[in-house]
């Protein structure tokens, strides 16, 4: 599968986003409530503009693979390495650190491995629980019909749709940002078929759908705030990948420190809620300078995730395409032989 640099650089901006979107919310009584939710409102559309792209990625790399095993196993290994470690992280700081206003929660394993939501420990791995659902979907469509790959997903995301109309309670299969997902794995269909083209005029109305979307969430207070997150920042999130994949595609680079970003992206996005609560428990440090403090559980949120994704991402990663295709080369290579099993005569054997 082609690794697109301008996917991995909108990673980056898109968990930085997030970052500095909680980094400015973490003391509102320092930095005024209106700009730390008017800040947080805007920023947190980094979210969609992640589903958006593990919609596309997850689409073209099951499309490619097509092995339901194999698919499973490097989503796992990208996945819970990482966020156990910063989870017993917050769970011993749970002892002594209030990470959520609610009741601190039994460590069950909805929690454990990130299946539902909301996650008391880990504020944005509720993120990790639609990924995961979505995982599912294209895992049991893998084992089922991987040549009915596209046709399945946009029948599911159909389905997604009628519950959402109709109110049908299906867990997160029928949330509004499952749609996000349905975006990505539209722009894979397209990029697949030859059927993307870069416009300007896309990047544009991207820019306005986001800016609609903090007017009507945090100026004007949508009476649904997830239908208006959908139909503004994931549709914007939704024109922004569709432009950056056409225009990489037509030749565009994209910027080398954002790229960096987006390889660190997922576990700077894991960390940095817990080193905000850190921070936030040292009162003393914020009465040094409010801009200060920011600037610094930013950069220790970035220089945590850089150790962690040497340290633990990168190498696990790596073992996992190693064996991913050693599996791969191991099941080829056993074509022949049970095809040539199938032709020897019983008597014969």
Known sequence: MRIFAGV?????????????????SARPDMVGPGLAEGALTILASGVDIFFVISGFIIASTAAAQRDPLNFVFRRAVRIYPVYWLVLL????????????????PALDFGLIFAWTYPNWYI????????????????????????????????????????????RLQLGI?????????????GIAYLQM?????????????SAGLFAVGWYWIF????????????????????????????????GQSFSPILQWFGKISYSLYIVHYLVMKWI?????????????????????????????????????????????????DQQTSDVP?????????????
């Open 337 to 349: 032989s049970r095809e040539g099993t199938v032709r020897i005569p019983a008597q014969a054997e």
């Open 123 to 166: 504020g944005p791995a509720w993120s990790i629980a639609f990924e995961l659902h979505f995982y599912a979907a294209v895992a049991a469509i893998l084992a089922i019909a991987p040549n009915r790959l596209f046709e399945l997903l946009f029948a599911g995301l159909g389905m997604v749709v009628v519950a959402i109309v109709f």
């Open 8 to 24: 991995q650089a909108m990673r980056g901006a898109a968990a930085l986003s997030v970052v500095c979107g909680h980094a400015v």
């Open 193 to 205: 078929n030859g059927g993307l083209r870069f416009s300007r005029r896309i990047l544009a109305v």
């Open 219 to 250: 100026v004007h207070g949508s009476a649904d705030p997830q239908f208006a997150r959908v139909a503004t920042y994931g549709l914007g999130a939704g024109l922004l990948i569709h432009a950056v994949v056409s225009a990489e595609i037509e």
């Open 280 to 328: 936030v428990n040292f009162t003393g440090l914020w009465l040094l300078s409010t801009a200060g403090t920011i600037i610094a559980s930013i950069l220790l949120s970035i220089g945590l995730a850089s150790a962690l994704h040497i340290i633990i991402e990168a190498p696990l990663i790596s073992w996992g395409r190693k064996w991913s295709l050693m599996r791969r």
């Open 173 to 185: 299969y029928s949330h509004p940002l499952v749609l996000e997902f349905g975006a990505g794995v």
């Open 89 to 104: 992280a917050a769970f011993v700081s749970s002892s002594w650190i209030a990470l959520s206003p609610e009741e601190r």
